[in-house]
């Protein structure tokens, strides 16, 4: 039985939604919500049961943790053992937002979520409907991406709908995804702050905020502290290649010579155009990297749905906006 999907435009639609939302959470039931970043599949983050089921309905490994999502410090603090200043610093500066911030585990928080570790992620979303429903709920909800597991998240209602339509009963709309990447990770459990996985939240930024330079990369561990430490995540059916041009000659060269037959192949680029008469689809999107990414996951999930065999994207700039962009299309495209 497909899902229902609940509309948000107006008041009372949006008043409607959260209550019914809330109604499905607290009864440990499982919902795909709007956040700012990308939807999630929504349960409640201390009902063991409940998170496990997410597991589930994603087909994801029990080793990868998912993150926990709070409104305000409150619920923030009690998901966590200690509360440290840098923690603070970072919070006033990037919350409500794409941030997740990574500390030892309250004893309230099931083992499900953090993969029997001993740290969790915790994150205040901006998005006003995820917002409201944890403020309804009263507790905190484990969130990760409302899509299969390592398959690309989405950024509508529409991407959750072909993914898990059939696997959830409540779906709701609200709107576009405004930052389009998952959030920025940082751990702040070892002796140096890390950033554990990157996002439109860049390290400048961070380090800024904290007054402390961070280390990128995770701690030598075989347990994961974070969501996006797998090698190959955010994929499309496509197969994904990485590609830089100054013409649409020499892109059709090294097509031919990586064996990828433009026929059968879109092109994604946000600089130099090709000739769309070679290729199944050319697609451009802007040369900008906040505007870049609330496009991607939109245009690989679209060039799914057109059945293409390959996508080449064009390689995106080195500078510190575009890393966390980077890192998405660095897992997309590793060999499965």
Known sequence: MAA?????????????????????????????????????????????????????IKGRPAHNPVIVHVAGWEMARGCVHHWPESATRLGRAFWPGPLTIVLGRSSNIPDVVTARGPTVGVRWPSHPFIQAVIRECGFPLAAPSANLSNEISPTNVKHVERSLGRSVSLIVDG???????????????????RMLRPGMIHRGSLSAALGEEFIEGGPASEILRSPGQLKRHYAPQAKLCILSWGSGDELLEQAREKGIAPAESAVITHTILPSPATWAAVNLIPHDAEAFARALYAEWHRCDEAGVRWIVMEAVPEGPEWRGIADRLQRAAAAG
């Open 4 to 56: 229902e999907v609940l509309l948000t435009h107006t008041p009372a639609l949006f008043h409607d939604a959260v209550r019914r939302a809330t109604e499905r959470l607290r009864a440990g039931d499982v919902v795909a919500l709007p956040t700012e970043t990308v939807y999630g599949l929504a349960a409640n983050a201390l009902d063991g049961a409940a998170v496990r089921r997410v597991f589930e």
């Open 175 to 193: 709107g576009q995804s405004q930052v389009g990447i998952e959030s920025t990770v940082v751990d702040l459990t070892g002796p140096h702050p």
